[in-house]
């Protein structure tokens, strides 16, 4: 059991010791850092619960052989989360290293995705999808063609093709995964884990549960207080002080440690068959996206620096951050045309024909609001900086839905933002 799960000796063998003794709890809490294992555990424990012999990866029963797909009818995965990184990579190791392992990897990181679109989450909400149904269509059929078990050595052209299929349209879906499970799905949710499991037993994996709105962790407190007895519920969480007492008292936590940089070099060699040295596993995958994080964080300070440098002299409200990056910007002297043109330059346009590129806005959004997120926490209150940031915010969510849902141009959203964010001020 838990032959995948590498570095993370403490939390397999309390895993192991409560699946063997048949005490698993209603609702699991996996807490520890981000990419320290914890959706691999979450995922393994669904398909070892769900096993109708010992539970082993290679199990030839036919519940395991979903799960390794992740097409099981009794899992059901949600909860905020970044697809690209994993995408990404999984296409560079299965190009470079054709196999099962590879080909197994690149499937299961694009289902992760797709999981976020299950029917039974969007039930009396299907309008919502729009323009992602042709795509997840199109993904599905492609990922038909690829058989990990047949497939070693050179990938023959019809698998590559399929592939690089896949690969596109599964980074164009990727802006149209929800930010986190609306109180809808929650409810969907519910009424799925009340009919009876195909298998075994049904598994309900959330990842960032910490993130879920107030309705929907309601919702979803309501459930754990009498949950169903033929499902378990897997919260994950990297902030685990963020998670609702009353969702802490009801669950049993699994932790999961940081892993050093000799764990990290043993995934990197097992998992993905690199002798390449990296931090963290976070930082590994990160670096493969063309605007990872730590760029696009660069790029709203700048941005959100230019504005504040007109600021600052008339309010002293504004903190170290805010001052901070506003001096910054106003030593460098450049103009928001200017900071727009390198913005450019890094992403190729936010237009850009470069499916790797598909998310890029949508993370110079992210990377916007917790720059604002920054700014208020240094606010001490003043009503006038949460008032301008609380626009800003807004301003910049709907850029958001305007491209997701509206099929804008990003390019000229962020123009028209950062002339918005001005006239502001």
């Known amino acids: ?57 290679n199990c030839s029963c036919s519940d395991c052989a979903r799960h390794r797909l992740l097409i099981h009818g009794d ?15 999984a296409r560079e190791f299965l190009l470079r290293s054709p196999g099962q392992a590879s080909a197994y990897f690149f499937l299961r990181s694009i289902q992760k995705l797709l999981a976020r679109f299950n029917p039974a989450l969007w039930s009396g909400e299907e309008t919502k999808l729009g323009k992602a149904v042709p795509l997840m269509q ?3 059929e492609a990922l038909d063609l690829i058989d990990p078990e047949g497939l070693g ?9 399929a592939v690089e299929s896949a690969y596109s349209d599964a980074l164009s879906l990727e802006p149209f995964a929800p930010e986190a499970p609306g109180v809808f799905m929650i409810r969907n949710m519910e009424v799925w884990a009340q009919l009876a499991p195909a298998g075994r037993r049904k598994t309900v994996i959330i990842e960032n549960a910490d993130r879920m709105q107030d309705s929907a962790r309601n919702a979803m407190l309501k459930i754990l207080e009498e949950p169903p007895e033929t499902v378990r519920f897997i919260l994950l969480t990297s902030r685990r002080a ?63 620096g230019r504005i504040l ?13 805010g ?45 916007l609001l917790s720059v604002f ?42 123009k028209v933002l950062a002339t918005s964010f001005g006239d502001s001020i």
């Not at 003794?21 to 691999?40: E, I, M, N, R």
């Not at 899992?75 to 990579?89: A, D």
């Not at 000799?262 to 063309?290: G, N």
């Not at 440098?309 to 951050?321: E, M, R, V, Y």
């Open 1 to 57: 059991m838990y032959e995948n799960l590498l570095a993370q000796d403490g939390a397999r063998a309390s895993l192991i010791g409560d699946i063997e003794s048949g005490s698993v709890p209603p609702a699991l809490l996996f807490s520890g850092p981000p990419a320290s294992g914890k959706l691999t555990a979450a995922l393994e424990t669904a398909r070892i619960l769900s096993c109708t012999r010992k539970g082993a990866w």
């Open 75 to 89: 899992l059901l995965l949600l909860g905020k989360r970044s697809f690209p990184e994993e995408i990404i990579v």
């Open 138 to 140: 199109s993904i599905e």
């Open 153 to 161: 050595g050179e990938i023959p052209a019809t698998i590559a093709k």
């Open 242 to 304: 963020s998670m609702l007492a009353t969702i802490l008292s009801r669950s049993r936590l699994y932790s999961f440690a940081p892993r050093d940089g000799a764990a990290t070099a043993l995934v990197l060699s097992r998992v993905f068959k690199s002798d390449e040295m990296a931090p963290s596993l976070q930082s590994y995958l990160e670096s493969r996206i063309p605007f990872p994080p730590q760029l696009a964080r660069v790029h709203a300070e700048r941005f959100a």
């Open 309 to 321: 440098a007109d600021l600052t002299d008339k309010s002293p409200a504004i903190g170290p951050f």
């Open 323 to 367: 001052r901070a990056i506003a001096q910054e910007a106003a030593l460098a002297g450049k103009s928001i045309a200017e900071l727009l043109d390198e913005l450019g330059e890094a992403t190729g346009g936010f237009g850009s024909k470069d499916k790797a590129m598909a998310g890029s806005f949508v993370q110079f959004i992210k990377a």
């Open 373 to 414: 997120s920054d700014l208020l926490k240094e606010s001490a209150g003043e009503p006038a900086i949460v008032a301008l940031v609380d626009r800003w915010s807004r301003l910049a969510r709907e850029a958001a839905v305007q491209y997701g849902s509206l099929n804008r141009n990003p390019d000229l959203l962020v």
